[in-house]
């Protein structure tokens, strides 16, 4: 089982920047992919940013997040970082860590609230 903690979420006026961090304890196995997803109030779960850890390191990004939003990885210390900067008030969310391991197993962090408010 893996154990995901983030941290870093907060208020932030619009066009500021925030720097999400996940890490990951429990498995003593490389993972195999890290990710953010999102969920608004009143919305399902999205994709925001994911990175895997293959030779060919491979991110993708949410349309609504590409330019803005930066995804990075420390595979020694299996962390995942989110840096987003340029933010507006519809990236308001519960940002939450994934991480899948190269058994396809997918565990889930608790979450952490993201408001971008003037």
């Known amino acids: 089982q893996v154990q995901l903690v983030e941290s870093g979420g907060g208020l932030v006026q619009p066009g500021g920047s925030l720097r999400l961090s996940c890490s990951a304890s429990?498995?003593?196995?490389?993972?195999?992919?890290m990710g953010w997803y999102r969920q608004a109030p009143g919305k399902q779960r999205e994709l925001v940013a994911s990175i895997t850890s293959t030779a060919s390191t491979t991110a993708n990004y949410a349309d609504s997040v590409k330019g803005r939003f930066t995804i990075s990885r420390d595979n020694v210390k299996n962390t995942v970082y989110l840096q987003m900067n340029s933010l507006k008030p519809e990236d308001t969310a519960v940002y939450y860590c994934n991480a899948i391991t190269y058994a396809m197993v997918s565990s889930w962090g608790q979450g952490t609230q993201v408001t971008v408010s003037s």
């Open positions: 429990g498995s003593n196995r490389r993972l195999y992919a």
